[in-house]
């Protein structure tokens, strides 16, 4: 079944820049989760310093958060979601098989969790990309090893309970968005510091009412959505990870009609559908 919806430095970043001036590119050190380390050969040393005179602009208007007044109101919300478009029921069948997946390591052409291949961050400055800055933040879990435990649970559209998400061969990746990061230009998590390749990414928000629902977007620019049947697949690894409800923030228009914008995510009466677990109903 398809919707015929939407179109579609702690550690780590940069850690040297080039000490001359060439015609050549220079090689940038990055080093990735787990120790791996690779050489960039990217940016012309003039760009390299263009980039991190932007990035420290960018750092000294940072947001500052006031962390003890994070939890507070946790229903507020200027969103109303318009009653679901389409409901979708996944076969448990389908939904057992994802369970039983493991990717050791992932080509750059390699289909996985049947969403779509593994690609780096885009659309930020290289110094934004810088996920071991925030090891002890970010969590992790894949089909059959269960839902996120110790999560914020607040209101769809409250921006101090949205926790960002990407997913790559090892599985969901999340974050509270709102968590002091002094190496992000934005003092805060961005998906360019959660990881710095994956498949698609977006926002999660999980309901306080029911433990087994949460509600998810596609509204991230460095792993943009790329087409409908992305967004099918990834609600249904959703459900693999343990939740009997996805409320996917989808619009009911035909692909190409106009990109996915922050109106399908946020707003009155923001359209979406429904997935959840056949047997559940």
Not at 17 to 40: A, D, E, K, M, Q
Not at 53 to 63: G, N, S, T, V
Not at 193 to 201: F, K
Not at 228 to 233: P, S
Request: some cysteine.
């Amino acid at each position: 079944m398809r919707l015929h919806a939407i179109t579609q430095a702690k550690h780590g970043g940069v850690q040297a820049r080039p000490s001359s001036v060439s015609s050549r590119p220079h090689p940038t050190v990055r080093i990735y989760p787990g120790g791996s380390v690779r050489l960039h050969h990217t940016a012309l040393p003039d760009k390299v310093d263009e980039q991190l005179l932007e990035w420290a602009k960018a750092r000294a208007q940072a947001m500052v958060l006031n962390v003890e007044r994070l939890d507070d109101s946790p229903e507020a919300t200027d969103t109303s979601l318009d009653r679901p478009w389409r409901t979708v029921l996944v076969p448990s069948q389908r939904l057992e098989l994802l369970r039983h997946i493991d990717y050791p390591c992932a080509g750059v052409s390699t289909l996985l969790w049947g969403i779509g291949p593994e690609r780096a961050v885009a659309n930020c400055n290289p110094f934004d990309v810088n996920p071991r800055a925030i090891d002890f933040e970010r969590s992790t879990s894949r089909p059959g090893k269960g839902p996120f435990r110790d999560v914020a649970r607040g209101a769809y559209g409250n921006r101090n309970f949205k926790y960002l998400w990407a997913i790559d061969h090892r599985g969901m990746h999340i974050a509270r968005e709102m968590t002091p990061c002094r190496l992000s230009s934005r003092g805060i998590i961005t998906h360019s510091i959660l990881v710095d390749r994956g498949i698609v990414g977006g926002e999660i928000f999980f309901d306080r009412a029911e433990t087994g629902k949460v509600y998810l977007n596609f509204g991230s620019a460095r792993l943009p959505l790329e087409d409908a049947w992305q967004a099918e697949k990834t609600a249904e690894f959703v459900l693999a990870l343990g939740y009997h409800t996805v409320v996917a923030m989808l619009p009911d228009r035909k692909p190409g009609e106009r990109p996915y914008g922050m109106a399908d995510r946020y707003g009155n009466k923001v359209q979406n559908v429904v997935f959840r677990q056949a047997e559940d109903l």
